[in-house]
């Protein structure tokens, strides 16, 4: 997927400033974002302040004091879940105690995107999260709905669609380990 230098770090932010980094109530579903604007093809902080992952890779990252990433490492490699069963080995470890980590991949023979969340903390971990999904030729920023990762543990996404990156952000402690938002 060829993507222009740019454009998820605008992305990630209408889709921050939309409705993952606000206050949603419960019963009220995520706003759609605007359209993207731009990605910069990197694994990174971005504005909202919000964890910006791109498709192959993994972020390992902490939360600071207010519940905000701060990245740690990135990591090139690949998810096996996110191909025909044994054709991928998994590349990726547990990040460790009080660390969190994030990966992004897919492949064209399962047709889909796959997020993979590693939890190192001692709690249920509940967050926002939006992708920048290749559709009809484009890049659209589309807010998502994630479950929590359960302590120690980990948890996944799939989407039916090419994700080119995926920002994540008001990380909070979750009151169990099956709760969504």
Known sequence: M???RGALRLAAAAILSVGCVAAARADEPPA???AAGGFSGKTE???GPALQVVFGERAVFHLDDKGEPVLDSVEKGQLAM???AGEVKETFEAPGAGKL???LDGSPQKKASYLKIWNGLDHAVLYRAGVLAYAAG??????VKVCAAPAGGTNSQTWPAPIAA???????ASPSDTACK
């Not at 484009?138 to 807010?143: R, V």
């Not at 995926?166 to 909070?172: G, I, L, R, Y």
């Open 2 to 4: 060829q993507i222009g």
């Open 32 to 34: 759609e974002p605007a």
């Open 45 to 47: 902080i971005v504005p």
């Open 82 to 84: 996110a191909h025909p």
């Open 101 to 103: 980590a994030i990966a």
């Open 138 to 143: 484009a890049l659209k920023p589309i807010s």
């Open 166 to 172: 995926v920002a994540v952000a008001s990380f909070t």
